[in-house]
């Protein structure tokens, strides 16, 4: 089953095991996207951007 990036740390099952997923010799990379309404931006929305720019 797909999932996302988890720390190796995560895994307690040893049954399970991580390979890469690769499409023409690339890893396959996944994009995000944070959007809200114009009319909602206020301090907390501005800072919760912020906060996933520095994260991302």
Do not use: H
């Amino acid at each position: 089953m797909p999932v996302d990036a988890v720390p190796k740390s995560e895994w307690f099952d040893m049954s399970v095991s991580r390979i890469p997923l690769i499409r023409n010799s690339q890893a396959i990379t996944k994009a995000y996207c944070a959007f809200w309404k114009k009319d909602n931006s206020g301090y907390y929305v501005e800072e919760f951007a912020d906060m996933l720019k520095d994260k991302f």
